[in-house]
C-alpha cells in the first residue's frame, strides 16, 4: 500500500518533469513571434472597422419601465467581431519568415508583405530567410494556431477592453512566450 503510494508519486513527479522538459522545447523564437503576429494582425484589422458601427448585444431582459434592455457596443471590439478574426488570423501567418535583425542578429517571425494600403512596398529582403520554404510559415501557422487555442479568452478579453500593449500583457506576462525578449521593444 505505501509502496504504491510512493510509487505513484515518484511517476507522478516523473510525468511532470518530461512534460515541463517537453514544454521547454517549445521554440520561443517561434512561438513569441506567433503570440505577436496573432496581436499585430489582430491591431491591424481592429483598426480598419469604422468606429461607429455598434453591435446589439441584447440581453432580451427587461427594463423596470417594461422596455427591452439593450446594449450597443462597437462593432470592432464586440466578442462576435474578435471570435470572427480569431478564426482566420492564422491564414495570414503565411505573410510572415523569418526575419534576421541585421544589427542585433536576432531572429523573429516578421511580416514581410506588404499590406493593402502599404505603399512602402517589399522592404528588407535580404535579411529574410525564405529558404525554409512553405515549411516555416506552416510551423509558425501551427504556433499561431495553438495560441489562438489556448489563449482566446485572454485575447478577446483585453482587445474588448482596449487594453494598453495588449502584446506585453499577452505574450509576456499572461502566457510567458515570450520570456526572454525584452518587453516592450516596441516595434512588432
Ligand atoms: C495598431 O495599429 C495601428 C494602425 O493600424 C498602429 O498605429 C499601432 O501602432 C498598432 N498598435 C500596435 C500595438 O501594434
Ligand atoms: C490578414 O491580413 C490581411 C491583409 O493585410 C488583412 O486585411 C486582414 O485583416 C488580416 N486578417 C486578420 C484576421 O487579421
Do not use: W
Not at 505505501?2 to 517561434?30: H, M, P, Q, Y
Not at 503565411?94 to 542578429?105: E, F, G, N, R
Not at 535580404?126 to 510559415?137: H, K, R
Amino acid at each position: 500500500m505505501a509502496l504504491s503510494l510512493i510509487r505513484r508519486s515518484i511517476l507522478l513527479a516523473l510525468i511532470s518533469v518530461v512534460s515541463e522538459t517537453i514544454e521547454g522545447k517549445k521554440d520561443e523564437v517561434l512561438y513569441c513571434s506567433a503570440c505577436r503576429a496573432v496581436v499585430d494582425e489582430l491591431n491591424y484589422s481592429i483598426k480598419k472597422v469604422d468606429p461607429k458601427r455598434t453591435i446589439h448585444v441584447g440581453s432580451f431582459r427587461l427594463n423596470p419601465d417594461g422596455s427591452l434592455k439593450d446594449k450597443k457596443v462597437p462593432l470592432a471590439r464586440s466578442e462576435t467581431h474578435l471570435t470572427e478574426l480569431l478564426e482566420d488570423v492564422c491564414n495570414n501567418m503565411s505573410d510572415y519568415a523569418l526575419y534576421v535583425d541585421p544589427d542585433t542578429k536576432e531572429k523573429r517571425y516578421k511580416r514581410f508583405a506588404p499590406r493593402d494600403d502599404d505603399k512602402s512596398g517589399f522592404g528588407d529582403f535580404q535579411n529574410f530567410q525564405f529558404g525554409e520554404g512553405p515549411e516555416a510559415s506552416n510551423s509558425l501557422k501551427f504556433a499561431c494556431e495553438s495560441v489562438v487555442e489556448e489563449y482566446e479568452d485572454d485575447i478577446i478579453s483585453l482587445f474588448a477592453q482596449e487594453a494598453d500593449h495588449v502584446a506585453d500583457k499577452l505574450c509576456s506576462e499572461v502566457s510567458g512566450l515570450c520570456k526572454g525578449v525584452p518587453v516592450s521593444r516596441g516595434e512588432l
